[in-house]
């Protein structure tokens, strides 16, 4: 009822007015009826002999009665009324009922990491701010599916950048069963068979299994097919079918992508949807269940509730204030010191002059607090690195953040507070709920790390170099080699012998190590680019021998001048992986 209210007071915000008054005026009349019946009955009781002979009470019966009979018309007249907006107020529910479902998706993110605590209040200010930023249209229908998508979107990638990469799946396939369980597409059997399975269950099939299928279909597996016939809808006849068509499960269950691939022959005409058949993959294969759901969303939401594009600093900044702290939840390995310097000098806050870093630790905490006083009062920006080694400090945050949420007038409109916090039990929940939080974390395979490198490089940064088309070509070519030697350590000693910690800092050294080249040099020195970035700026991390031998013989393949003398050059021998001309 709140975020109904909240969509009718913008939608409508004459239906809003004119039931707050309504409601005012009943209000009123009812207390105004209650006090005429009060003032009777104290006449009757105060009255002394016959009450035919006391005018004062027969006036105030007389009058009493004609104001009663005003007021009891008033009210009926304002009910019907009131009904009336609420009949209109309710061709918005369906919004509200929306933000509601989302909300409590986002509340109970808090079960699964401290750090993702979000509060009411924040909620509906986000909630609020996508009804005035969704397409408007003068069909109501038309209009609420804009408002409806637009929140779920919005939503959705505001929460996410505050999200670990292995969360926000996740977190997508619950806003989207949510959604589809409150409009009916999903049963609660299937839910609770996705969630539970057969576990602590007691099942015993009516058929014994077909023989020669053990290889595929053990007694465990048979007993959760029994147990989808039994008690799933659509499933009626399963174990018949699969004894009279071994084969076709068979080949479904050792499909390289049964998610996806089509249902066995048997079940083909049974009117199974998508998420029933995400239950057959979980009893036949059930490590394929987390490629299920990301396949599950795409079909069901769109692909853009699967593949999260990295966050940007220049467009988080909008939504801060003066009042909300940003959040940095970090990572082992990620640092986002270097890229908020850049920012900072970007829009006028120079570092160490508009921009003041300190590191929370032993004896800081007082010193933090006179920064975080006299610049709230001139504008300029602090950043409080490391909050989680400062656990006896985190109750002074706190009620520095509380301060700064409600002393408004107080604190100059330019002034910002920037933390940096690793996961922690003790970081203050309030500061959590209403802060802007944003994980920073190394990315996850070559499109993600290609996408946050590649993108941190701005169009006039790339042209106020003296060679801007070498630049061009040689930063996505140093954005593929940065990736590539990141996704090698997925495979354990066969990409590296030393598991080394490569970070965002690397790659920020080699472009500006690329750049200095580019404009001071008329000819590109290959040899030394080779040597200062793969045995300096990278190598410098490395302490295998044949390590560096190897990272040495990766970089070749990326820095070479064939990279600049054709278009057609090719990373990989697929041809897939290439630099695209300048245009």
Not at 152 to 165: I, P
Not at 184 to 209: H, K, M, Y
Not at 568 to 574: C, L, M, N, Q, V
């Amino acid at each position: 009822d709140q975020l109904l209210g909240d969509v009718v007071r913008k939608e409508r915000p004459d239906l809003e007015e004119q039931k707050d008054r309504l409601v005012v005026s009943i209000s009123n009349d009812k207390k105004q009826l209650k006090e005429l019946e009060d003032k009777i009955l104290k006449l009757l009781k105060e009255s002394e002999g016959n009450i035919l002979d006391d005018e004062v009470l027969i006036n105030t019966l007389n009058n009493s009665k004609l104001t009663s009979s005003v007021i009891s018309k008033r009210v009926e007249e304002a009910e019907v009324t009131e009904k009336a907006i609420n009949e209109a107020r309710e061709g918005y529910r369906v919004v509200a009922n929306r933000g509601s479902i989302l909300y409590f998706v986002v509340a109970n993110l808090g079960l699964i990491g401290h750090m993702y605590q979000y509060s009411l209040s924040y909620f509906v200010r986000m909630f609020n701010h996508c009804i005035d930023a969704a397409e408007k249209s003068e069909e109501l229908e038309e209009r609420l599916r804009n408002l409806n998508d637009y929140i779920t979107l919005f939503m959705y990638q505001n929460v996410c950048r505050g999200l670990f990469e292995e969360h926000k799946l996740m977190f997508s396939f619950l806003m989207c069963t949510s959604i589809e369980r409150a409009a009916g597409a999903i049963d609660v059997a299937e839910w609770n068979f996705v969630l539970r399975g057969t576990a602590g269950l007691s099942v015993t099939p009516s058929r014994g299994a077909p023989e020669g299928c053990e290889a595929w279909l053990g007694d465990d597996r048979w007993q959760q097919l029994a147990f989808l016939q039994d008690n799933v809808p659509n499933f009626d006849g399963l174990l018949d079918a699969v004894a009279t068509d071994p084969a076709a499960f068979e080949a479904f269950a050792r499909h390289e992508t049964p998610e996806s691939a089509p249902l066995p022959e048997p079940l083909a005409a049974s009117g199974l949807n998508r998420f029933s058949q995400l239950l057959l993959c979980r009893v036949l294969r059930e490590e394929r269940m987390m490629s299920g759901f990301s396949e599950y969303v795409g079909e069901t939401m769109g692909e853009d509730f699967v593949a999260t594009p990295p966050w940007k600093l220049p467009e988080v900044f909008p939504d801060t204030s003066n009042q909300i702290p940003v959040v940095f939840v970090l990572s082992t390995g990620a640092d986002p010191t270097a890229m908020l310097q850049r920012f900072a000098a970007s829009k006028g806050w120079a570092p160490g002059e508009r921009l003041h870093m300190i590191s929370l630790g032993q004896g800081q905490g007082p010193v933090a607090e006179s920064l975080i006083s006299s610049a709230s009062k001139s504008g300029d920006w602090v950043v409080l690195q490391n909050c989680h080694l400062a656990k006896s400090w985190m109750l002074s945050l706190e009620q520095i953040v509380e301060g700064l949420a409600t002393g408004a007038g107080k604190v100059h409109e330019d002034f910002r507070l920037w933390l940096t916090s690793m996961p922690a039990p003790h970081f203050p929940v309030p500061v959590l709920q209403s802060s802007i939080k944003l994980v920073q974390e190394p990315p996850r395979g070559v499109k993600a790390n290609l996408l946050r490198s590649y993108s941190d490089y701005t169009d006039e940064q790339v042209d106020s170099c003296a060679k801007p088309d070498a630049l061009r070509k040689m930063l996505v070519s140093l954005s593929f080699f940065h990736a590539i030697i990141q996704e090698r350590r997925k495979f354990g000693p066969l990409g590296w012998n030393i598991r080394y910690e490569f970070n965002q800092s690397d790659i920020e050294c080699a472009g500006q190590t690329l750049r200095m080249f580019l404009d001071e040099q008329e000819q590109i020195p290959w040899p030394a680019l080779l040597y200062v970035t793969g045995d300096i700026n990278y190598g410098g991390r490395v302490t295998d021998d044949l390590d560096r031998r190897c990272i040495r013989c990766i970089l070749r393949q990326y820095y070479t001048e064939a990279l600049l003398e054709t278009d057609t050059y090719k990373f990989s021998k697929s041809g897939v992986y290439y630099a695209p001309a300048c245009s």
